[in-house]
């Protein structure tokens, strides 16, 4: 499968910004997505970015995407305890149905 | 609460069994996709169906096989199961076929253990 991978661990006070990056191999990815995961639960889709983008704006997150690098970053500005989570970028090459999952982000967040 | 309901929240088993995992996805969803996530491995895709008919199939092992009834639930099947099969087990729905834009919404996962 493709490689997309993130740093492991990432601690930051609150009201602070945070910055989860994301590397991946595949060219050909055409979308580019961010999953929050928190304690016990499932995945939750919190953004997404097509390939033709650099960045994308929704609320506190900004996804920036760097296509010649194959670089991905989720900046969440004022970052609040419950933004502790794990986060996930994944990618989908070709049609889309496949996705691939990076190793995961977890934020921890200190009051 | 995402809509998407697995069952057994837990499931503790022994090597060499047979186990199924049950996934009703969101009213309205005609696909179910099924995730394993595992320390080593991370977040995985196995396999998805539409509307009851396989639809993209990922790193499932020969074990494991999986179905979609005609009420569109869906059953993950592992067996001779191995230590290694311990894994939170995903399932997600999404309404059409796939695809970029496709939003999948996720189940709480079942969690098995392999003793």
């Known amino acids: 499968g493709e490689d997309v991978e993130q740093s492991l661990f990432l601690s930051v006070r609150e009201g602070d910004s945070s910055v989860i990056n994301c590397t991946y191999t595949d060219s050909s990815s055409t979308y580019l997505y961010w999953y929050k995961q928190e304690p016990g639960a499932g995945l939750q889709l919190l953004t997404y970015i097509f390939s033709n983008m650099d960045m994308k704006q929704d609320q506190r997150l900004t996804v920036l995407l760097n296509k010649k690098d194959k670089h991905l970053s989720l900046r969440i500005a004022d970052t609040q305890t419950g933004d502790s989570a794990i986060y996930f970028c994944a990618e989908t090459p070709g049609t889309g149905n496949q996705f691939y999952f990076g190793t995961g982000t977890s934020l921890t967040v200190i009051p | 609460d995402s809509g998407v309901t697995q069952t057994p929240k837990h499931l503790i088993t022994a090597t060499g069994q047979r186990v199924t995992l049950r996934c009703s996805p969101r009213?309205?969803?005609?696909?179910v996709y099924w995730y394993q996530q595992s320390l080593d491995q991370g977040l995985q895709f196995l396999i998805q169906?539409?509307?009851?008919?396989?639809?993209a199939k990922g790193n499932i092992l020969e074990r494991f096989s999986a179905q979609q009834f005609p009420d569109l639930h869906s059953e993950l099947n592992l067996s001779s199961l191995e230590l290694g099969d311990s894994a939170l087990y995903f399932c997600?729905?999404?309404?059409?076929?796939?695809?970029?834009?496709?939003?999948?919404?996720f189940g709480p996962g079942t969690r098995l253990t392999v003793l």
């Open positions: 009213s309205g969803d005609l696909s």
């Open positions: 997600a729905s999404s309404v059409g076929p796939g695809g970029f834009t496709d939003t999948q919404y």
């Open positions: 169906y539409y509307n009851g008919e396989e639809r």
